[in-house]
């Protein structure tokens, strides 16, 4: 797959997978999405970034599982990118429109 790019703009770093961060990413995504339904009627704007913030540890984990590791260079960019990559647009949309339900 085309980690190339990433890799050669110093985005991001390969690292052996650790399951424990792999898990560790994913369950507090998880805890994350509870929080902005919860807040939707108090806080619109406050409950998307909580979102947000769900979405970047989800495709961290994503990230870890394949051996990279992002930069502090440009990191949420890269992390969405490097998402979009693995993933596919055809197959993220439907991703994010189950979190909005």
Do not use: C
Request: hydrophobic fraction near 40%; charge should be positive.
């Amino acid at each position: 797959m085309g980690y190339e790019r990433f890799l050669k703009g110093n985005l991001i770093k390969r690292q052996k997978p650790d399951f424990k961060q792999i898990s560790t990413q994913l369950q507090g995504s998880l805890k994350d999405l509870k929080t902005p339904k919860a807040n939707l009627k108090i806080d619109l704007t406050w409950s998307f970034a909580i979102a947000y913030h769900s979405m970047i540890r989800a495709s961290k984990a994503l990230m870890y599982s394949r051996g990279y590791l992002p930069t502090a260079k440009h990191s949420h960019k890269t992390i969405v990118e490097f998402t979009k990559l693995v993933l596919g647009v055809r197959n993220i949309i439907p991703l994010l429109l189950d979190l909005i339900e």
